[in-house]
T-cell receptor, first 112, second 117 residues
Framework: ELKVEQNPLFLSMQEGKNYTIYCNYS?????LYWYRQDPGKSLESLFV?????AVKQEGRLMASLDTKARLSTLHITAAVHDLSATYFC????????????FGSGTQLTVLP | GAVVSQHPSWVICKSGTSVKIECRSL??????MFWYRQFPKQSLMLMAT?????????EQGVEKDKFLINHASLTLSTLTVTSAHPEDSSFYIC?????????????FGPGTRLTVT
């Protein structure tokens, strides 16, 4: 059974600081997604990582995938308050989006 | 492209009644749709996979007679919560799987918040 572990579960950081959220998973997969969820809202797709070594960046967020280590990271650079949200990683065992297993989520709060 | 809608966005119903939630893919066809449930401060839990023209596949522990899923067309799946009880109160999110032209990704609807009184 695939296990997806995110850490930390809660993250409180100052504006302007950098931090990394980790997503570890237990079974081989080459496909991983990162999502953002605001309170009371659904998921917003941030990144789709499709192969080992994939790195994608959008604004202050950068995601990477190491399939050999079964690890993905979401790096936050110079955090701003607008980044406060819950971030989920999801591992795709099927390789074609037929089966996603979500991590428990990281609740990020960026303090002024 | 790849927009998924849900209706209603929120619903309050009395215990013992049934509630239907619709999930539509607006600008693409989806042979496969998924229904998730999310309790407060928790992650998404897959309830069932809905395939157009065939029976849904339910995850272990999800009662198929309580959560009826119908995927009658390539753009519409419905979830009916039958004989709802307060413990069914949750945030229900559907997703539609895009085909190769949409990068084989699940596109999520905006969610439906169900409150059973």
């Amino acid at each position: 059974e695939l296990k997806v572990e995110q850490n930390p579960l809660f993250l409180s950081m100052q504006e302007g600081k950098n931090y990394t959220i980790y997503c570890n998973y237990s079974t081989t997969s080459d496909r991983l997604y990162w999502y953002r969820q605001d309170p009371g809202k659904s998921l917003e797709s941030l990144f789709v990582l499709l192969s080992n070594g994939a790195v994608k960046q959008e604004g202050r967020l950068m995601a990477s995938l190491d399939t050999k280590a079964r690890l993905s990271t979401l790096h936050i650079t110079a955090a701003v308050h607008d980044l406060s949200a819950t971030y989920f990683c999801a591992v795709d065992l099927s390789g074609s989006a037929r089966q996603l297993t979500f991590g428990s989520g990281t609740q990020l709060t960026v303090l002024p | 492209g790849a927009v998924v809608s849900q209706h209603p966005s929120w619903v309050i119903c009395k215990s013992g009644t049934s509630v239907k939630i619709e999930c539509r893919s607006l600008d693409f066809q989806a042979t496969t749709m998924f229904w998730y449930r999310q309790f407060p401060k928790q992650s998404l839990m897959l309830m069932a996979t809905s395939n157009e023209g065939s029976k849904a596949t339910y995850e272990q522990g999800v009662e198929k007679d309580k959560f009826l899923i119908n995927h009658a067309s390539l753009t519409l799946s419905t979830l009916t919560v039958t004989s709802a009880h307060p413990e069914d109160s949750s945030f229900y999110i559907c997703s539609a799987r895009g085909d190769r032209g949409h990068g084989y990704e699940q596109y999520f609807g905006p969610g439906t918040r169900l409150t059973v009184t």
